[in-house]
């Protein structure tokens, strides 16, 4: 899904680590917590966060971007459920 940043509009992303930002049209500047350096995107430009924390993107011109978010593995309760499942199928 693409979003859509107006020139001078800022917006502020959930960050997760794996999250991927890609900037489909236009430039944007990337700023992450915790990261003294500042990034400028342009259109076909992607990058990988490798941290959690609040992300802001900055439309330097009306931008449209993608974000994509990373795959969850399955949790302990889902694992657990498999095995059941495959203990009564075995009975």
């Known amino acids: 899904m693409n979003r859509w940043l107006s020139r001078h ?3 502020t992303l959930k960050g997760a680590r794996g999250m991927r930002v890609r900037v489909t ?6 700023t992450r917590e915790g990261d003294i350096r500042d ?5 076909g430009d ?12 900055y439309g330097l011109t009306g931008a449209s971007f993608q ?3 990373p ?3 399955p949790g ?6 498999a095995r059941l499942t495959w203990i009564g199928e075995q009975a």
């Open 67 to 69: 974000v994509h978010e």
């Open 25 to 30: 049209r236009g430039r944007v500047w990337l």
């Open 46 to 57: 992607a990058m990988e966060l490798e941290a959690r924390g609040p992300v802001v993107l």
């Open 39 to 43: 990034y400028v995107l342009g259109a």
């Open 9 to 11: 509009e800022a917006t």
């Open 71 to 73: 795959a969850r593995a």
């Open 76 to 81: 302990i309760w889902s694992g657990l459920l």
